[in-house]
């Protein structure tokens, strides 16, 4: 059932789990439904994430009626997000076009550019009970593996600064993390959220969970994260899966066969996904 996701994240903070949200690849009717497949059979709210860049062949609009159908086809809360809305205009096109969540990422921006910024997008956003999203720490882009220079390990004092400034539903701290396939291990900065769950209790949002350490987000869990984002290892997972039925299917040129075989596979990839965020049973 389609849903805002604020007080299943607020929930998931007081309880020490989180709630998923996979990034569903510009409205690709296979994943979406993966998703809400897995999560259905999970007992497990989710987010279907939506990042603008990535709706470029199909639509935002596309996006948005697919994941609707979707989630109203299951029992559990499924919330369409808006991830890293980078401009006011974005966010209000995404409030108009009916996603439950936002994002406004600011995290570019000095502290109090980003705190007006955040605020702007929640006024407006509240009049409609759709909860939004900020972030503190620019997150980066991992290119081909690369590293680039690590500048996105938030400091405490301006997260409680920022929030001083302004009342985001949920947010996103930077704190080693970053969007790609990590080379090596990532220097994750755990710390940074034992400090701001002492003054603040915001459910948390982690981005840049592919190839993260399995107990690193376990314990970011237990210090405060409600929602863990996953976005490059399920359209990595779901192009393998692709793949294989193409050299193992007799698929006679039908690509709803494919689509199914890749569906399924990827139902068990993200309750995976589930079980590591600790949501499964709790819709």
Not at 30 to 38: E, G, L, M, N, R
Not at 77 to 97: N, R
Not at 112 to 132: D, H, R, S
Not at 218 to 237: H, M, S, W
Request: charged fraction near 20%.
């Amino acid at each position: 059932m389609l849903t805002t996701n604020i007080e299943v994240l607020r929930n998931a903070r007081k309880k020490g789990y989180a709630i998923p949200a996979i990034n569903t690849q510009g409205g690709n009717f296979d994943i979406i439904w993966a998703v809400c497949k897995a999560a259905d059979e999970m007992k497990s709210p989710v987010i279907l994430a939506h990042y603008v860049s990535t709706g470029a062949y199909s639509g935002n609009d596309w996006f948005v009626q697919v994941a609707k159908w979707c989630a109203n086809k299951v029992s559990v809360p499924v919330s369409i997000h808006l991830d890293h809305g980078e401009s006011f205009e974005i966010c209000m096109e995404a409030l108009k076009l009916g996603f439950t969540s936002l994002m406004i990422d600011g995290s570019t921006k000095p502290i109090k550019e980003n705190a007006a910024l955040t605020g702007k997008v929640i006024e407006v956003a509240k009049c409609f009970n759709v909860p939004v999203e900020a972030e503190i720490g620019e997150l980066l882009r991992l290119d081909n593996g690369v590293q680039q220079e690590n500048k996105n390990v938030a400091d405490p004092d301006q997260v409680r600064e920022f929030l001083s400034l302004c009342q985001p539903d949920t947010l996103a701290i930077g704190i080693g993390n970053a969007h790609g396939y990590y080379k090596g291990e990532p220097d994750i900065h755990l710390d940074v959220l034992r400090d701001v769950s002492k003054f603040t209790d915001i459910p948390l949002v982690l981005h840049g969970c592919t190839g993260m350490s399995e107990d690193i987000i376990k314990d970011a869990i237990q210090l405060g994260v409600a929602k863990i984002n996953f976005g490059t290892e399920i359209r990595y997972k779901y192009v393998e899966h692709y793949q294989e039925g193409l050299q193992t299917m007799n698929h006679q040129g039908h690509s709803w066969k494919l689509s199914q075989f890749a569906c399924e596979k990827l139902v068990d990839d993200v309750k995976k996904i589930i079980n590591l965020s600790g949501s499964a049973g709790k819709a």
